[in-house]
C-alpha cells in the first residue's frame, strides 16, 4: 500500500562518522564542514520543498557531497594502498525497493549518479570494477581522472600512514563517508551513500556502502538509512536493513531502532553511526563514535552538527 501523502517533508545527510573531536579540528575546518553540510541540504531541501522526488533530493545531495573535496566520497576520496581511487555506491528507492550500486569505480566523476544508472538502465543491482567504468561510460556519465580524484592532502595521509607502519588500512578508522535519506510530499522515501572507503585499503576490499541492507535501504513500509563506519560490522549487523526492519514488524520510532542496531554494531566492536527517516517522518541519527558530520531539514527549518555533545 503506498504511504498518504504528507505535508512536510524531511532529509537527513551525513558526511561521515569517526574521531571528530573539537581539539582535533580547526575553527576554520569547523566552518568549512557546516558550510558544506548547509549546501548539501540547500540542494537536496529545494528539490523536496518544490514537490520533487526523494530518490532525486537523495541523489543532489550525495553529488553536493561527492564534489567537495572535504568528504571522502568523489573528489575527496581516499585512495587505496597503491595510491588509486576505488570509489563504492549505492541508492535506493523505497516504492518498490528498487536499487542500484556499484563497487570499485574508479572513473566516473558522481558515483552515486552511476549507481542511480545500473538502478535505472540495467537488470541489475550491483556492478563493480572495469565492468561499472564502462557501463558508465556507455551511459554518458561524466567522467573524471586522476587529477580530479588524487588530492595532495589524500596522497600524504596515505604516505603518514605507511610511515606509521600500518600495512593494510588507515587503524584510525576515519569513516568520511558520505550520504542522504528523504522523505518527499508524496510520502515516498529513498537513500544513497557513496564512499571512497577506508585509506590504504588493500585486495579490492568494499565496506558497507555499496551493499544494499547494509549501508543503504529504503523502504516505503518503514523509512530509510544510510550508515557510515566500520564496514565490516554494518555488513554483518545488515544495519540500514535492521533498522527499517525494527520500524516495521516490532513498531518502533526510527530513533529507538537506530539506536538498537548501533548498540549491536557496538557489541560487535563496530564504531559509526546512521542516518534515518521514517515513513511518519521521525527523521534524525545515531552514533557511537565521537562525532558525526551530520545535518537535517524540513520545511520548518535547516541545522547541522559535528560533535557528539550536539
Known sequence: MPNAAHADWKLVIHGGAGIMERDAITPDQDRAIRVALGKALEVGGSILAAGGAALDAVEASVKTLEDDPLFNAGRGAVLTYDGASELDASIM??????????????????????????????????LSGAGADLFS??????????????????L???????????????VDMKYGTVGAVALDTSGHV?????????????????????????????????????ATGSGEHF?????????????????????????????????????????????????????????????????TGTEVAIYGDE
Not at 157 to 162: A, I, N
Not at 260 to 277: P, Q
Request: charged content about 25%; glycine content about 16%; aromatic content about 6%.
Open 93 to 126: 528507492a523505497g516504492d518498490g525497493r528498487r536499487s542500484g550500486a556499484v563497487a570499485g569505480a574508479t572513473g566516473t566523476r558522481n558515483p552515486v549518479s552511476l549507481a542511480r544508472a545500473v538502478m535505472e538502465k540495467s537488470p541489475h543491482v550491483m
Open 137 to 154: 561510460r556507455e551511459q554518458g556519465l561524466e567522467q573524471a581522472g586522476s587529477d580530479w580524484f588524487a588530492l595532495p592532502e589524500r
Open 156 to 170: 600524504r595521509q596515505l604516505e603518514e600512514m605507511k610511515q606509521r607502519g600500518a600495512d593494510w588500512f588507515d
Open 190 to 226: 529513498a537513500a544513497a551513500t557513496s564512499t571512497g572507503g577506508i585509506t590504504g585499503k588493500r585486495w579490492g576490499r568494499i565496506g558497507d556502502s555499496p551493499i544494499i541492507g547494509a549501508g543503504t535501504y529504503a523502504d516505503d513500509r518503514a523509512g530509510a538509512v544510510s
Open 235 to 299: 555488513i554483518r549487523e545488515a544495519a540500514a536493513h535492521q533498522v527499517c526492519a525494527r520500524i516495521r514488524l516490532l513498531g518502533q520510532a526510527g530513533k529507538a531502532a537506530a539506536d538498537a542496531v548501533i548498540a549491536d554494531v557496538g557489541e560487535l566492536g563496530g564504531t559509526g553511526g546512521v542516518i534515518f527517516v521514517s515513513r511518519s517522518g521521525d527523521a534524525g541519527w545515531s552514533f557511537n563514535s565521537a562525532g558525526m558530520y551530520r545535518g537535517r531539514a524540513s520545511a
